[in-house]
């Protein structure tokens, strides 16, 4: 029951700017819209979270459409190390509310 | 802060035999999850807690699974009796409020 849709795969050149979109067209005014991604055989990690505006960091930048519709994860310079899948991921931020359900994610393979 | 430890980190168990999983929060965290993974049906919530209460245990598949968390730095998730369709590898997670979730390596299990 994942309130998102992303593509299932994408590559990307090593060095180039890796985009992964995400469609949240049922997201409530009150949902975050969270970024994590698994590397292969860990537990899922933290990237990056927004509501409204652009958001950005050490890992990458999170960029969402005015009517939160839709988001894209953009990491600016893809690595070898980057190869994971990424989940996309809304939220409410409540106290008794604060289930975090992953769908199936995106498989990033970037490529020297 | 060591992160959030689990073990053990694989397990091997007959069908029929009780198994219990054990995860060590991040010192101050006040929200605890638990997830199981499999190639079939991806990242799935079990169940979390707040201030060691369970919140929300809808995620869990039936009655042969239990959870507990009888203290801030300690829960389990007990099944039993375990059956071959139980093996996945299962994470734990813990989060500041509600905020982004931290994960552990995970548990391999398989029950033959």
């Known amino acids: 029951d994942a309130k998102t849709t992303q593509p299932p795969s994408m590559d990307c050149a090593e060095g180039r700017a890796a985009n992964l979109p995400c469609n949240h067209s049922?997201?409530?005014?009150?949902?975050?819209v969270y970024w994590y991604r698994q590397i292969h055989s860990q537990g899922p990690q933290y990237i990056i979270h927004?509501?409204?505006n652009n958001e950005t960091n050490e890992m990458a930048s999170l960029i969402i459409t005015e009517d939160r519709k839709s988001s894209t994860l953009i990491l600016p310079h893809a690595t070898l190390r980057d190869t994971a899948v990424y989940y996309c991921?809304?939220?409410?931020?409540?106290?008794?509310?604060?289930?975090?359900?992953f769908g199936a994610g995106t498989r990033l393979t970037v490529k020297p | 802060d060591a992160g959030v430890i689990q073990s053990p980190r694989h397990e091997v168990t007959e069908m029929g035999q009780e198994v219990t999983l054990r995860c060590k929060p991040i010192?101050?965290?006040?929200?605890l999850f638990w997830y199981r993974q499999t190639m079939m049906r991806g990242l799935e919530l079990l169940i979390y807690?707040?201030?060691?209460?369970?919140?929300?245990d809808s995620g869990m598949p039936e009655d042969r699974f239990s959870a507990k968390m009888p203290n801030a730095s300690f829960s389990t998730l007990k099944i039993q009796p375990s059956e071959p369709r139980d093996s996945a590898v299962y994470f734990c997670?813990?989060?500041?409020?509600?905020?982004?979730?931290?994960f552990g390596q995970g548990t391999r299990l398989t029950v033959v």
């Open positions: 997670a813990s989060s500041l409020r509600p905020a982004e979730a931290f």
């Open positions: 010192s101050g965290h006040d929200y």
């Open positions: 807690f707040n201030n060691n209460v369970p919140i929300d």
């Open positions: 049922t997201i409530s005014g009150n949902e975050y």
């Open positions: 991921i809304v939220r409410v931020r409540s106290l008794n509310n604060n289930d975090m359900r």
């Open positions: 927004g509501l409204k």
